[in-house]
């Protein structure tokens, strides 16, 4: 299971911080994703965190977002900095078998998201 928290309303230029808490399965052996979806759109790649660490962003957030993990936790981060409106969406967390994919369908597991609102 895994539960997205963090969302909200924040002005262009801020920053907002997402959580994801994972409970259930073997998280050091996950790669971890966070997505986002728009109405009528597809639900696209934001950035994650292999199992190994290493990490992986979609070329509109590079630079502005950051994914971290905390194993003993269970928990995987997104740090939002530099917030545009077009980063309006429901965000989602998502997790496969160790290997990070950038595909939606590649992924298994997934939080009921949370929305995030970046007012101009």
């Known amino acids: 299971r895994l539960v997205e928290s963090g969302g909200g309303l924040v002005q262009a230029g801020g920053s907002l911080r997402l959580s994801c808490q994972a409970s259930g399965l073997a998280f050091s052996n996950y790669a971890m994703a966070w997505f986002r979806q728009t109405p009528g759109k597809e639900r696209e790649f934001v950035g994650g965190?292999?199992?190994?660490?290493?990490?992986d962003y979609a070329a509109s957030v590079k630079g502005r977002f950051s994914v971290s993990r905390g194993n003993a936790e269970n928990m995987v981060y997104l740090q939002m900095n530099g917030l545009k409106p077009e980063d309006t969406a429901v965000y989602y967390c998502a997790a496969r078998w160790k290997i990070l994919l950038r595909t939606a369908s590649d992924y298994y597991n997934w939080g009921q998201g949370t929305q995030v609102t970046v007012s101009s």
């Open positions: 965190i292999a199992w190994t660490g290493t990490t």
